[in-house]
């Protein structure tokens, strides 16, 4: 199956060499031809240049985009889209003035979404979670990481592996498992919380590690959660396995996430709502992409990462949807984008950058998604026609997308 897609008003993120991260004041630039085309046979991109040198091609399938543009699909390097249930209690009573803290103490927050994973059968679970994924689809994500961690035990937490697995398996979307085990004290934990990290470090990551089902490891580095020696004790183990952290760092309080994260090679670090200039040096020369999620501070109201103390210290930045039923609802992308704009006062070069080649480095996957280069996944959006590609973060809670291409299909 091959696809022609011609008369392009601006293809973006389109790169002759395969450039796989965009760092400080290179994020201010997105690359681009105006008036394109670009072909693309089974899930590879083969060609693609000036409407004027284009030559004919055959092709099954020709698509005229006239007034439209063509970009890599969202990459989303963080998510925890596999649950069960909601937790709309909780957004009333936040409203009503509790915080995300209050209601967590109150047995609320993780420990709520894991109680009712741990009633919920396999099958149950996969059909709530494949419909979401589903739906991110069509809003233009085309690749997607998800985390464990509604589980906290061992049958539970392999109960999320096997179906982020099957959505793997049934899904056109590049799909990334990481294992965030550690991501609260389950209640029977409470007062042994040394037996909890032992179990994580000596039955669930062995285990994980011997089904090859998870590419890497998570902790929820923070107060009430995990400390940074036992985040460390966490990363630690899981190095022996070849899990490579992506963390849960700086959401409330400062801890130090960050510097252990970058001392551990860690792929991404994520949340920085809270950021000092420690943390900021601490990023400087390592590979560690820092990961912002707007949707996060925007539902429970709390600080945005600043994005631009991080871009201005010539550090890249990549941005996701942070999808969960308790701190951000919602997988948007388009929605990200928008609000890395508005909220974290970054360009639609910035955003669109830190969404598509950023994200893809996030997962590990930027070689062969993210952005437009011969011989890298056929993984594209089509948008509405519109005069700019400014206007997909400007029209904040619009859906810009028309139609979705994932490994050479159209959907
Ligand atoms: N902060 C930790 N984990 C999730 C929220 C989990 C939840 O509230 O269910 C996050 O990334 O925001
Ligand atoms: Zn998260």
Redesign the pocket.
């Known amino acids: 199956m091959s696809v022609l897609i011609l008369n392009i008003k601006q293809l973006l993120q389109v790169h002759e060499s395969n450039v796989t991260i965009i760092k400080g004041k290179e994020m201010k630039e997105l690359s681009m031809l105006e008036n394109a085309y670009i072909y693309i046979d089974h899930d590879t991109i083969i060609e693609y240049g000036k409407m004027e040198d284009y030559r004919t091609i055959e092709a099954d399938t020709i698509i005229d985009a006239t007034g439209k543009i063509v970009l890599p699909s969202w990459c989303d390097s ?1 998510t ?1 889209v596999v ?1 069960a249930g909601d ?1 709309t209690s909780e957004f009333v009573d936040r409203i009503n003035g509790l915080s ?1 803290e209050e209601i ?1 103490n109150k047995g609320g ?2 420990l ?2 894991a109680k009712v994973l741990q009633d919920t059968s396999e099958d149950d679970l996969y059909n709530q979670s494949i419909k979401r994924v589903n739906e991110l689809i069509a809003m233009g994500t085309g690749a997607i990481e998800i985390k464990t ?2 589980g906290l035990t061992v049958d539970a937490e392999m109960k999320m592996l096997s179906v982020i697995k099957r959505i793997k398996q049934e899904s056109l979307a590049v799909i990334i498992p990481t294992l ?1 085990a550690a ?1 609260a004290i389950p209640s029977e934990f409470k007062s042994k919380k040394k037996d909890y990290i032992k179990l994580i470090t000596e039955e669930l990551i062995p285990k994980a590690s011997e089904l090859n089902i998870a590419h890497f490891i998570d902790v ?1 580095c ?1 107060e009430g ?1 995990f400390d940074i020696k036992e985040t460390n004790t966490i990363l630690e183990a899981a190095k022996s396995y070849d899990l490579r952290p992506k963390i ?1 760092v700086n ?1 409330f309080n400062i801890l130090g996430g960050i510097a252990l994260g970058v001392k551990h090679n860690a792929l991404s670090v ?2 920085l709502e809270e950021l000092n200039e420690k943390d900021i040096e601490a990023l400087k020369g390592s590979d560690t992409m820092p990961v912002a ?1 707007p949707g ?1 501070s925007y539902f ?1 109201s709390i600080p945005y990462t600043p994005a631009r103390k991080l871009i201005d210290a010539g550090l890249p930045l990549a941005i996701a949807s ?1 999808y ?5 609802p919602s997988g948007n992308m388009n929605f990200v984008v928008s609000s890395a704009c508005v909220k974290l006062k970054m360009t639609p070069e910035e955003a669109i950058n830190a969404a598509t080649v950023n994200g893809a480095y996030a997962m590990g996957i930027s070689n062969m998604y993210g952005s437009i280069t011969r011989g890298k996944k056929a993984n594209l959006l089509i948008t509405k026609p519109m005069n700019h590609y400014s206007e997909i973060p400007y029209a904040f809670a619009h859906n810009p997308i028309e139609q979705v291409i994932i490994n050479g299909q159209l959907l």
């Open positions: 963080h925890h649950y937790r995300y967590a927050g993780i709520n979404s961690g509604y965030l991501h929820f923070e959660y849960h959401q994520d949340h999620l996060c429970l942070d969960n039923p308790g701190s951000s």
